[in-house]
């Protein structure tokens, strides 16, 4: 069964960090690359970055580069996105999901989520 666990949400305040955690099981995760979804209240699924199956490449949105890091350990089948300088428009459920290396990727499946609120 293939299960990925999104940890490491919160509240923080503008401008703080925060590092997103996805532990993966049940797949061959050094075969996929991997990335970060989000969904802000009453908006729809954005994707935020993504990182080849072996981590040589990143791929950022243009509202997440300069801020965010992604990176993934193949050894322990997790994945990590760092981000800094956090704004309030980046509130969102965070999903992390297979085959999510850009935009058009099909993100699933994906785990549960983990909750990011920015706000003073």
């Known amino acids: 069964e293939v299960k990925l666990v999104e940890s490491g949400g919160g509240l923080v305040q503008p401008g703080g960090s925060l590092t997103l955690s996805c532990a993966a099981s049940g797949f061959e995760f050094d075969s996929y690359a991997m990335g970060w979804i989000r969904q802000a209240p009453g908006k729809g699924v954005e994707w935020v970055s993504g990182i080849s199956w072996n981590g040589g490449r990143t791929n950022y949105a243009a509202s997440a580069k300069g801020r965010f890091t992604i990176s993934r350990d193949n050894a322990k089948y997790t994945m990590s996105l760092q981000m800094n300088s956090l704004k309030p428009e980046d509130t969102a459920v965070y999903y992390c999901?297979?085959?999510?290396?850009?935009?058009?990727?099909?993100?699933?499946?994906r785990g549960q989520g983990t909750q990011v609120t920015v706000s003073s």
């Open positions: 999901g297979t085959d999510c290396f850009g935009p058009r990727d099909i993100c699933s499946p």
